[in-house]
């Protein structure tokens, strides 16, 4: 190797220890193709890393609110795909500490599978994966009674919405959710259309399509906002930067206090009847 090769070698090297985090797996991250093969980083792979790391500190925090800094703490991850944010997770928060509980939950078998064998080979012991859908995790056997953190990064319409009950039965003291494609109260929106447009102005707001999928998407998430605050949880929005790829990057932070908002509640029954929603107080916004 000549000289200008050993410098480029050692300035990529420079580099990757500049950004890696302590004892970090680089196995894990070639695998989730954060790391090219050779163990190096590109441009695109220094943008993934920056929004792991993003990511991984709002969580981080949460984590470490818990009884012994999060020591033995549980975490479920919903839609969780490759089961990328959970991987991260254990290799820089959990398994350091020796304790806790990561499961992912997903209802493709294959990525379960690959999820698995991954972290049998990483030896991520203490990591569990579960081939059910959101609406059937709160009832599963190898899901403890509680689960201090639940998580659900852009799982797909009412998958949320199901991350929601279930944090809501397992009284999870945090859920960190990044909603995408709500399809439904747009759905419903475009079924009461003519109905709503000869009763109130406010109609004109989804009266075209275009509208009407941008109008249930925000509507959608100031509903699940209203819903956490009146089953007692304090509720912050913010906006996931670093994410520009994608449009779905409002980030939905739920925190525990016990206190049910009557305010909230009657909120969220005066929304859902403006816009002709009644029926989803049925459903997914069932009075506690």
Known sequence: MNG???????????????????GQSMELLKELHILTREGRLNQDSRRKLKQVYHLFQFIEKLLLELPEEGAHASLADHGAGKSYLGFILYDLFFGPRGGGRVYGIETRADLV???R???????????????ISAAESADAAE?????????????????????????????????????????????????????????????????????????????????????????????????LVGWEHSLKNELIIARRTGQRKASAAARLQELLAQF?????????????
């Open 143 to 239: 899901l403890p009674a509680q689960v201090d953190v639940v998580t659900a990064l852009h799982a797909c319409d009412t998958a949320t919405d199901d991350a929601i009950a279930f944090g809501l039965a397992k009284q999870a003291r945090f859920m960190v959710l990044v909603p995408c494609c709500q399809a439904e109260v747009a759905a419903c929106l475009r079924q009461t259309k003519a109905l709503s447009l000869s009763r109130t102005p406010l109609a004109e707001l989804w009266r075209h399509p275009l509208h009407t999928r941008e109008i249930g998407s925000q509507l959608t998430n100031v509903l699940r906002c209203l819903y956490l605050e009146a089953n007692g949880y304090q509720v912050t929005v913010t906006e």
């Open 113 to 115: 599978d690959k999820s």
């Open 276 to 288: 002709g929603l009644e029926a989803l107080l049925e459903t997914r916004f069932r009075p506690g």
């Open 117 to 131: 064998a991954l972290a049998r080979r990483l030896g991520f012991d203490r990591m569990v994966f579960l081939n």
């Open 4 to 22: 200008k090769a050993v410098a480029k070698a050692s300035k990529a090297e420079a580099e990757l220890q500049e950004v890696l985090r302590p």
